[in-house]
Structures are given as C-alpha cells and as structure tokens.
C-alpha cells in the first residue's frame, strides 16, 4: 500500500512538472524536473522516519532563537548603516544556520511532552529510566545501583505498583514472597545515594497490557526501560525505545574463557548428546563437556574448545585435559 502510494506522489509531480512546463516549450525538462523533485519528495520519507523527534524540536527551537537574536543585533545598528538590507538578511541567515545546527545537535534528549513540561514551568529531566516489575523482583538492579555504575532518575508508574502489590498479596505462597522482596528492593533503591525514585500517575487506559504501556510511557517521556524481560526488550526496540536489560548486563560482565584455557570444573550430570557431561562455573555459565559421562560426581580440568554466546546466556564447550 506504501509503495503505490509513493509512486502516486511520484507520478504526481511528474505530471505537474509536464504541465507547468510544457507550455514554455520544454516537453521534456517539465517531467525531468518533476521527476527529480519527485524523488527528494519520496526519499526525504526515509529521512525523517529515522529523525528522532527531539531533532526536530531542538531544530525548530534554534533556528528561532537564532532569528530573533539576529534582529536584536541588528535593530540598534539600523541608524548607522545607510543600506542595512544585506548585512540584516546575511546576520539572519548566519544566526538561524547556527542556531539550527546547535538545537539539532543538541536535541536527542528533548520530547514533544519535556516541552509541554518546560512551559508548564515543571522544568525538563534528563537521565529518566522506568523500571519494570521484573527488574524489581529481580533485585539485582539494587546491587548495580550501589556500585555507582546508575544513576539518575528512576520512574515507577502507578501501573507497575499496583501490579506488585498484587503479587504480593496472592495467595500463592511463591508468588506472595516475590512480591514482597520486589516492595523491599524498590524500598532499598529510594534509599541510595544518587537515585530519586518517583512513583507516577502517568496511565494509558487504552492500553490493556503491561508492556505495552511500559513503551508509550518511554516513548512520551523519552526514557530508558529497564527489564530482564526478553519479549519487553525486543518490543521495545521494535518502539525505538532504549533499554537496559539486567540479564545482558549480566552476561556481558561474565569472565572471558578463550579455547585452549585450562579450567578446573565439577560434572553435575549428563549432556543431551551422547557421552557428555555437564558442569557449571560460579557464575552459572553450562559447561559441557565432551567423553564426560564417566567423570560424573568428579572434579576434572577441562581445556575449553569453543565458546557460544546466545541470548539465553553463554555456553562453553570443553574436553577433559589429557596433557
């Protein structure tokens, strides 16, 4: 459907430009021109739809900014220059470049609702991240925190504690004590150093499901997500919305093993293939080990053969050490 649709637009200029032209004599420069600015037309679309929004606005706002300041440069020195014309028209066009290169520039951080809160007087925040149910039952968002490695300010919308405090209160003994150590982490979060956490009534009553809320909310108030929740990660960046997922994070300060390396590991069990075995190391990385069916219930070095890094986590290949 796009694309007949950019191809009527297309034709559409083609034949202004025939008929704007040709009756100067040029039958085939009018759709040649027509054709050309057809093209800018069409292909601006794919521009655009990668501009974030906050280039647009801080683009706007400089290039405003920069013509207003060029006139109250040029207004006092009017009735000292004879032909002012050309220095006005040459200051403004100088003045509005930089000021729109500067707001372009500098506009990532700017939304459609950080502006409505600026002239509301509410002021612009920067740095905002929401956090999820299962970040916070998670608990580990706490440790990353007191590490220093966070900061800024931490979102909770109304939605999200609703959704906790019901875990909490369910009937179910397993359920009931996630809920409660989710409460007692966001409670230890508010107390750290650097963090301010702020419960908002921000709700979209449209939107039934939780994620989906969670990503219109990132995308009105341009913040980061944060989750350990896979489907939430890739619809969020389906959405353009940044996220910072726990479990990557995890994964990603794992310690490095190339192959070759001599590890000391303990084989808990058998593989799926056949004469395998399976250990893990401290940090829960699968090890498997190849010929390990015996050495079960053993502790046995292993040289690594390979590494595997998956969503799911990393996987390391190994054979018992003969040397």
Do not use: W
């Not at 070759?260 to 303990?266: A, C, D």
Request: proline share 3%; aromatic share 8%.
């Amino acid at each position: 459907m796009m694309n007949l649709l950019r191809l009527f637009v297309f034709g559409v200029f083609v034949l202004s430009g025939y008929v704007l032209i040709n009756p100067y004599g040029y039958a085939y420069e009018g759709p040649a021109i027509g054709a050309m600015a057809g093209i800018l037309v069409v292909g601006s679309e794919y521009f655009f739809r990668k501009l974030r929004m906050g280039k647009i606005i801080g683009g706007l706002t400089g290039l405003f900014i920069g013509v207003v300041l060029a006139k109250l440069i040029i207004y006092p020195l009017r009735s000292l220059i004879e032909d002012h014309r050309l220095i006005t028209t040459a200051v403004e066009a100088v003045s509005a470049y930089i000021g729109l290169l500067i707001g372009f520039t500098r506009g990532d951080n700017l939304s459609i609702a950080g502006t409505v809160r600026l002239f509301r007087g509410q002021g612009v925040e920067e740095n905002l991240k929401i956090l999820d149910t299962s970040s916070i039952i998670d608990g580990r968002i706490a440790d990353v925190c007191d590490t220093g490695f966070l900061d800024g300010v931490f979102i909770v919308p109304q939605f999200i504690l609703q959704e906790l405090q019901h875990i909490a209160d369910s009937s179910d003994s397993m359920k009931r004590s996630r809920g409660r150590r989710g409460l007692d982490v966001l409670h230890r979060v508010q107390k750290l150093s650097g963090i301010t956490v702020k419960i908002i009534d921000e709700d979209f009553p449209k939107i039934k499901e939780v994620d989906s809320k969670l990503v219109a909310l990132g995308k009105l108030m341009n913040a980061k997500i944060i989750t350990n929740d896979f489907n939430l990660n890739k619809v969020a960046q389906l959405h353009d919305v940044p996220v910072l997922n726990i479990n990557e994070l995890a994964n990603a300060l794992k310690p490095v093993v190339l192959p070759g390396e001599l590890m000391k590991v303990f084989i808990i069990k058998e593989g799926k293939e056949s004469n395998q075995g399976v250990a893990y190391t401290e940090d829960g990385t699968m090890v498997v080990v190849e010929n390990a069916r015996k050495l079960i219930g053993k502790n046995v070095d292993v040289a690594v053969t390979s590494v595997l890094q998956t969503t799911a986590g990393r996987m390391i290949f190994s054979k018992p050490n003969t040397e």
